[in-house]
C-alpha cells in the first residue's frame, strides 16, 4: 500500500456522515489590511446569535490577529496536539460567547513530515470538530502565498474580502488567478463569495464586486456570487482597539448590521448539498493529501 492509499484509509476510518459535518467557511484576502480577520470574528459571533455552534481555526502561523481581536492568549495550538498527545478539546480556547479558538500554529507546517499514525490521530482529532461545531471559519493568512493557496484548494465554501482600493483589488485578482491555475483546484465543487468591505454606499460596494467580477469571467474559470458589503465604521475601529468584536460592543452600528446580514444570507444558502458537507478531517485531508507547500 503506497503513501497516498494509506491516506485514503485513514480518511475513511475516520470520516463522518455528511449530515453531522460542519459548514467549512475559509475567510481569505489578497492582501492584509483589509479587514479579514475582523470579518471572521463578527461572522462567528452572528453565527453564535443564530444559536450556531462555532469554531475560528487560525490558519496564519505568522500573526495572531484573532486572538489579540478575542483579547484571549491560547495556550496550546495545533502543534501540541500533533507532537504532545494532546486531544482537540484541549487545544481549544474559549472566547466570548463561547465561540471556540484553535491556533494552527507551526503544527499546520508540520504536517508533511507526518507518519501514518500521527496522521490517523490529527484528522481524527480534526474530525472530531465536526462534533463540536456546526460552522466553522477558517481564517487563513492574507497574501498569495503557497501555504494560503493550498488551504483555498481544500476549500469547497470561500469568502474572499476585499476593498475599494486598487491594490486590493489587483491582489484580490491575483489570488484567485493562483487559485485558478493551481491543478487541484476543482471550480465545480468550490463556492467563491466576496464581500466588499470598508466602503462608502451599498452601491460602490456593488460597483467593486461587479469590477473584479468582470475581470475574473473574463480571464479565469472561478465562479463569483456577491455576498454583501460592510461599509467603513468608527464603531469598527474603536472596537479593534478595545479587543472587542464590534457585533458585541456596539451590536446597532452599521458594521455589525452589515455582518448580521452577511450570516443571514449565508444561512440561507442550501448547505446540505455536498459541496459544503466534508466537514474538517476531509478539508485537511485533503490539504495533506497535495502536501506540496509544507
Known amino acids: 500500500m503506497d503513501q497516498a492509499d494509506k491516506l485514503r484509509s485513514i480518511i475513511k476510518a475516520n470520516q463522518v456522515a455528511p449530515s453531522q459535518s460542519a459548514r467549512v467557511i475559509t475567510v481569505t484576502s489578497g492582501k492584509g489590511g483589509v479587514g479579514k480577520s475582523n470579518t471572521a470574528i463578527n461572522l462567528a459571533v452572528h453565527f453564535r446569535k443564530k444559536g450556531k455552534r462555532v469554531i475560528i481555526f487560525d490558519a496564519d502561523f505568522g500573526l495572531a490577529n484573532i486572538e489579540v481581536m478575542f483579547g484571549a492568549i491560547p495556550k496550546h495550538s495545533l502543534a501540541d496536539l500533533i507532537y504532545q498527545g494532546m486531544n482537540m478539546k484541549e487545544v481549544i480556547t474559549w472566547g466570548p460567547m463561547d465561540i471556540g479558538f484553535v491556533s494552527g500554529g507551526s503544527g499546520i507546517a508540520g504536517m508533511s513530515n507526518l507518519g501514518s499514525d500521527r496522521l490517523n490521530y490529527l484528522i481524527r482529532n480534526l474530525s472530531e470538530l465536526d462534533t463540536l461545531a456546526d460552522v466553522i471559519l477558517i481564517d487563513t493568512a492574507a497574501g ?151
Open 144 to 294: 498569495i502565498s503557497d501555504a494560503v493557496v493550498e488551504f483555498l484548494v481544500a476549500s469547497r465554501e470561500i469568502i474572499l474580502v476585499t476593498t475599494p482600493e486598487p491594490t486590493s483589488i489587483t491582489d484580490s485578482y491575483s489570488l484567485l488567478k493562483a487559485l485558478n491555475i493551481h491543478p487541484r483546484f476543482q471550480k465545480d465543487e468550490c463556492s467563491v463569495k466576496v464581500i466588499s468591505n470598508k466602503i462608502e454606499s451599498t452601491a460602490e460596494g456593488q460597483q467593486l464586486y461587479k469590477k473584479l467580477s468582470a475581470v475574473v469571467n473574463r480571464y479565469l474559470s472561478v465562479k463569483l456570487e456577491f455576498l454583501g458589503v460592510v461599509p467603513f465604521d468608527n464603531a469598527l475601529v474603536k472596537a479593534v482597539m478595545q479587543q472587542n468584536p464590534v457585533s458585541i460592543s456596539s451590536p446597532q452600528s452599521m458594521s455589525a448590521k452589515a455582518y448580521e446580514d452577511i450570516v443571514d444570507t449565508l444561512m440561507d444558502i442550501p448547505h446540505t448539498d455536498r459541496i459544503f458537507r466534508r466537514g474538517m478531517g476531509g478539508f485537511f485531508a485533503s490539504m495533506i493529501a497535495g502536501r506540496k507547500f509544507f
